[in-house]
C-alpha cells in the first residue's frame, strides 16, 4: 500500500521532548484484574475515588441553612462537579494554546474544538461505550500534552470522527486530512524520542496516523513498524516499560501491535516487539479487550512462519526442520491450555452484556486462528483438511452469530475471519462469506475492500494450485509475489 505523501515540510527534523506537568487531567491508568478483580484504583477512566465528607443538615433548618440550600452546596462541591469545572477550565486554556497556530484554518480549528467537546465518534473502534469516555479524554489530553507533535495528526484523525456529518463532509471536500497527515507523516518520520517516558505521546501519534492510513492510503505495516521502532528500545531495556505507559499509551501500543501483527501473520514477517510474558496478564483493554496477552504467543506463530518458510528453502538442513517441530508443538500447547487471567473479573466488571460478548468473542477467535495457522504451517492447503474446515467453519459460525447478537463487529477480527475463510471450498459458502465480510470488518470499507480481493486471490491460487502445494509460508507470494500493497 502507498504511504501518505509527504509535506514540503519533510526536511525539518523533529526533535520531540515532553512533560506532563498535570495530574488530574493527565492520561489515566491502564485497567487491570487483579486477584479475580478490577482494582477500583487503576481503570481505563483514569477517575480516583474521592472521600466524600457527610454533611448532617437539621430537619427544622430552612432558607439558606435548609435541606434544599445543603444539598446544592453539596452538589456544588462534589467531586464531579469539581471535576467538570476543571475540565471545563482546562479545555478553555487549551482552545486559547490552539488559537496560538495562525496556520490553522477556522475548519482545522472547528475540527480541534469539536474533539475538546467530545463530539466524536469512536465506538466502532473501542469494545464499547465503557472505554468510550476514556478514548475520547485520550485526544484532549495528548494535545495539551504536546500540541506541537499531535495537533496534524490529531486533525486528520478528526475528519474521520467527527459527529457533525456538515464539518466532516466540508473537511473532506477540502482535503484536510489528507494535508495534515502528510504533516503528520513528516514529523513522524524525522521524530526523536528522548527517553521512555515519551512513549505514549508517540504510541498516540502513531496510532492517529494509522487510524488515517487505513481509511485511506493503505501502509499500515510500515506505519506501525516505524512508531514501534521509535520505543522498542526502550520496551526491550526497561523491564517496568508498560507499568511506565499511561492507560492511552498502552491502548495504543496494543493497537499498532496487533494491526502489525496480523499482517505479519498473512506475510510472514516477525512483528516488532515481543511483550513480555505476564505484562498484559489481568488487563482489560478498550481495543483488545482481555486478549493483549496474546501477542506474545501471536508474535511466537509469526516467527515460526519465518522460520519454517526458509528451513523449507534448505533442503538439507534436517536438524533445524526437527528443531521448529518441537517449538511448534511447545508454541500450540502453549495456547491450547493458555486462558486470560481477568475472565472473573470480566464477568463482574462493569460491562455491558455487549461487551462481555464481544470481549469473549475476540478471545475465542484470536487463540482459534492462531491454532489454524500453525495446523497449516504443518499441513498444506488441500491435504488434510478436515480439522481445518471444521476449525474454520465454527469461527465464521461464531464471528456471525456475535454480529446478529450484538449489532456489531470488534477491533482486531477483521483478518482473522479472512483466515478463516480461506479453508472454505464450498462455492456457496464462499458467497456468503463474501457477502457478510463488511459486516465483521466494519471498521474501514477500504481495509474490507482489501480483504476481499486477497480472499478471491488466494481462492483463485488454491483451486489452480491442484492441492498439497500451499503451506501458510507461501501464501505471501500468492497474494503479493515479490512485493506488495501494504
Not at 231 to 237: A, L, T
Not at 253 to 277: D, K, M, Q, Y
Not at 446 to 472: E, M, P, Q
Request: aromatic share 8%; proline share 4%; glycine share 6%.
Amino acid at each position: 500500500m502507498g504511504h501518505v505523501p509527504a509535506s514540503s515540510r519533510a526536511g525539518a527534523s523533529v526533535q520531540f521532548t515532553m512533560n506532563h506537568p498535570y495530574s488530574t487531567s493527565s492520561p489515566g491508568k491502564p485497567r487491570w484484574a487483579t486477584r479475580n478483580r478490577l482494582s477500583p484504583e487503576r481503570t481505563e477512566d483514569g477517575l480516583y475515588q474521592a472521600n466524600n465528607k457527610k454533611e448532617y443538615v437539621s430537619a427544622s433548618d430552612h432558607g439558606h441553612n435548609g435541606p434544599a440550600a445543603a444539598a446544592a452546596h453539596r452538589a456544588a462541591n462534589s467531586p464531579v462537579n469539581a471535576v467538570a469545572v476543571l475540565q471545563q477550565s482546562r479545555r478553555q486554556d487549551l482552545y486559547q494554546s490552539i488559537t496560538l497556530f495562525p496556520e490553522l484554518s477556522s475548519l482545522e480549528l472547528c475540527l480541534l474544538e469539536s474533539m475538546l467537546h467530545k463530539q466524536i465518534e469512536v465506538d466502532r473502534y473501542i469494545i464499547g461505550p465503557s472505554f468510550r469516555e476514556r478514548h475520547q479524554q485520550a485526544f484532549v489530553d495528548y494535545l495539551q500534552s504536546g500540541m506541537t507533535l499531535v495537533k496534524d495528526a490529531f486533525i486528520a484523525c478528526m475528519v474521520l470522527l467527527v459527529e457533525n456529518p456538515q464539518i466532516r463532509k466540508l473537511a473532506q471536500d477540502q482535503h484536510v486530512g489528507h494535508k495534515r497527515a502528510a504533516n503528520a507523516l513528516a514529523s513522524l518520520r524525522h521524530l526523536e524520542v528522548s527517553g521512555s517516558d515519551n512513549s505514549s505521546a508517540v504510541l498516540m501519534l502513531g496510532i492517529a496516523i494509522v487510524t488515517f492510513a487505513s481509511h485511506h492510503s493503505g501502509g499500515e505495516l510500515p506505519l506501525c513498524r516505524h512508531t514501534l521502532d521509535l520505543v522498542k528500545r526502550f520496551h526491550d531495556n526497561e523491564p517496568t516499560f508498560i507499568k511506565q505507559l499511561s492507560c492511552d499509551g498502552i491502548s495504543a501500543l496494543n493497537c499498532l501491535l496487533a494491526t502489525e501483527t496480523f499482517i505479519c501473520l498473512l506475510r510472514g514477517h516477525v512483528p516488532s516487539i515481543r511483550i513480555r510474558e505476564g505484562d498484559f496478564d489481568g488487563l482489560v483493554d478498550r481495543f483488545m479487550g482481555v486478549s493483549a496477552p496474546l501477542l506474545t504467543h501471536l508474535y511466537d506463530v509469526c516467527q515460526l512462519i519465518e522460520l519454517i518458510r526458509r528451513s523449507r528453502r534448505e533442503s538439507n538442513n534436517s536438524h533445524l526442520r526437527a528443531r521448529l517441530r518441537t517449538r511448534l508443538k511447545t508454541v500450540e500447547q502453549t495456547l491450547r491450555v493458555w486462558q486470560p487471567m481477568s475472565l472473573e473479573s470480566l464477568r463482574e466488571g462493569n460491562f455491558t452484556p455487549t461487551e462481555i460478548t464481544l470481549m469473549l468473542t475476540q478471545v475465542m477467535v484470536l487463540r482459534q486462528t492462531a491454532l489454524i495457522v500453525l495446523y497449516r504451517l504443518q499441513h498444506a492447503f488441500g491435504t488434510h483438511d478436515g480439522r481445518a474446515i471444521a476449525m474454520s467453519r465454527y469461527l465464521v459460525r461464531e464471528l456471525h452469530s456475535m454480529v446478529r447478537l450484538t449489532g456489531r463487529s470488534a477491533p482486531c477480527l477483521d483478518f482473522p475471519y479472512l483466515f478463516a475463510c480461506f479453508e472454505l471450498v464450498d462455492r456457496w459458502e464462499r458467497e456468503a462469506a463474501l457477502c457478510n465480510l463488511h459486516l465483521v470488518a466494519e471498521f474501514s470499507p477500504r481495509t474490507a475492500d482489501d480483504l476481499k480481493t486477497w480472499l478471491v486471490s488466494f481462492w483463485t491460487a488454491r483451486d489452480n494450485s491442484g492441492g498439497g502445494s500451499i503451506y501458510w509460508d507461501d501464501i505471501e507470494s500468492h497474494l503479493f509475489g515479490t512485493g506488495g500493497r501494504m
